[in-house]
């Protein structure tokens, strides 16, 4: 069965961009005392927001169903790999091998709660991610109905964690029990369900168009 994909591919420089602010988000949050630097990268970062405002849509409804031929903007694949696009959601690897995956993730300073240890908000947005990753490889997916976690011990930053995967299908929905371990030991579990959905009840999803500057 083929990967489940709906929406546009990202701009390679987005993806250049997302991998950037995560780094130097983590990097300002460790600092002992204001830096020019920071400054002038605030400044920068006006001037762009700026101009970067002048060449998106200013409808920031997503041309998705019935919007498809609006004046709205881009809608990105989330299908796989937000993080990669993405700032906001951490990186990771993944492998599928049918109905199990496993992969790996290091949580860098920005996802920080507790000191040294990952906010469990960040955890739940991780699994929602990797579940729908893996779903998607596999080609029947769907939007997530329930998503439950337990903490079994505090999770830390900037170390390198392993996670495993196992989904169960049956009638029109999908079940997931996933894993997160630092080394031998479960640090978060998860269990995930989603609906199966039908490829062919997807709505119109509007391409990339061509901008003239």
Not at 60 to 83: C, M, Q
Not at 94 to 120: N, S
Not at 149 to 178: A, E, H, K, N, W
Request: glycine fraction near 8%.
């Amino acid at each position: 069965m083929a990967r489940w994909t709906f929406g546009a591919d990202p701009l390679p420089q987005t993806m250049r961009a997302a991998s950037l602010l995560r780094r130097v988000t983590s990097l300002t949050l460790a600092l002992e005392s204001e830096d020019d630097e920071v400054e002038r990268l605030i400044a920068d970062l006006e001037r762009c927001e700026a101009a970067l405002r002048r060449r998106v849509p200013a409808d920031s409804v997503p041309r998705v169903g019935d919007a498809a031929s609006g004046d709205g903007r881009v809608y990105l694949d989330h299908a796989f790999d937000i993080g990669a696009y993405n700032p906001c959601v951490p990186e990771y690897t993944i492998e599928a091998e049918g109905d199990r995956a496993q992969g790996t993730v290091t949580f860098p300073i920005a996802y920080e709660g507790p000191p040294g240890l990952v906010h469990g908000g960040f955890l739940a947005v991780f699994f929602d991610c990797v579940v729908q990753h893996h779903n998607c490889e596999l080609g029947l997916a769907g939007k997530t109905t329930s998503l439950l976690l337990t903490y079994r011990r505090p999770t830390p930053l900037l170390t390198d964690l392993t996670f495993v995967l196992d989904r169960s299908v049956g009638d029109d929905r999908i079940r997931t029990l996933g894993t997160l371990s630092e080394g031998d030991k479960a640090v978060c579990r998860a269990e995930v369900g989603a609906i199966a959905g039908v490829r062919a009840n997807l709505p119109e999803v509007s391409p990339r168009r061509v901008v003239t500057r």
